[in-house]
């Protein structure tokens, strides 16, 4: 069974530019949260979504979105990039309804010039 | 404010020791989760509580929810256990948001 598949991996952006990240959660999981780390902030939740429908969100300024297609497929998007938005962005996946386990992707590395 | 505290933050230990990980949190919480996180990034889901005990090989979760505490064990430590070890809890029910620790890195000397 594929795991969770965050793409791409790493990626080089430059400040003002705006970004999209991928994650496709194992076959059968119907919620995928997404999280930002960083070296001084650690581990931070940003937001959760559940059959297509944003059920949590973390205090992340507007410029980051998400949404969730109905093939459970999730993408994040950060706009008008600062050069604070360089991270690791990691997504979990779950079966869903209430919240279990979290199986999570290896992350996508962004860095922002 | 709600807020989880790890302990320690940095741990050395020989092969084969006993090594415990605490995390205490301020509020009410629906579910607490230890995690993994080896050099590069990736992240593996240990255990999730909301009760008692867990165990899992050389692994041992336990919560105490009166006293707001968690401890995660690692009998027979190994070299391989070198990771950074997250602390994250869920408050507000059970779709409420996940705060997470600091992390304990941990490193296990052959």
Known sequence: KA?????PRYLIKTRGQQVTLSCSPISGHRSVSWYQQTPGQGLQFLF???SETQR???NFPGRF???QFSNSRSEMNVSTLELGDSALYLCASSLGGVP???FF???SRLTVL | KNEVEQSPQNLTAQEGEFITINCSYSVGISALHWLQQH???GIVSLFMLSSGKKKHGRLIATINIQEKHSSLHITASHPRDSAV???AVRYGGSQGNLIFGKGTKLSVKP
């Open chain 1, 48 to 50: 959760e979504y559940f």
């Open chain 1, 56 to 58: 949590n969100k973390g």
């Open chain 1, 65 to 67: 979105s998400g949404r």
């Open chain 2, 39 to 41: 050099p590069g990034g």
């Open chain 1, 100 to 102: 279990g386990e979290l």
């Open chain 2, 85 to 87: 070890y997250i602390c």
């Open chain 1, 105 to 107: 992707g290896e992350g």
């Open chain 1, 3 to 7: 795991g969770v598949t965050q793409t």
